[in-house]
């Protein structure tokens, strides 16, 4: 789907490279929606403890909901998009 108002019931991730956004539902997986959209993007658990579907943040604040990144590795910009939020509209990562 596209991008939706800022005030609805989820946020915009917005892809760096090819310009795509897709709408995340609050509670809704980002790498589930990026899988539906045909983004061709790693994964294995699912749930916040491989590390296998790490990507990195542009811009926004993502709602960290995994187990497996480090303080350190947030602050560079890492996120785990199986199970991760946003606290903003609109979460751009590095894809
Ligand atoms: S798929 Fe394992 S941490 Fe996201």
Not at 5 to 13: I, M, N, Q
């Amino acid at each position: 789907m596209g991008s939706q108002p800022a005030d609805a019931d989820g946020f915009t991730v917005k892809l760096a490279r090819s310009g795509k956004e897709v709408f995340v539902r609050q509670g809704d997986s980002i790498l589930f929606e990026l899988l539906d959209e045909g983004v061709q993007v790693p994964f294995s658990c699912g749930v916040g403890i491989c590390g296998a579907c790490w990507q990195r943040v542009v811009s926004g604040e993502p709602d960290h909901r995994d187990f497996c990144l480090s303080d350190e590795e947030r602050e560079r910009g890492a996120v785990m998009i199986c199970c991760a939020g946003s606290l903003s509209p609109t979460l751009e990562l590095d894809l």
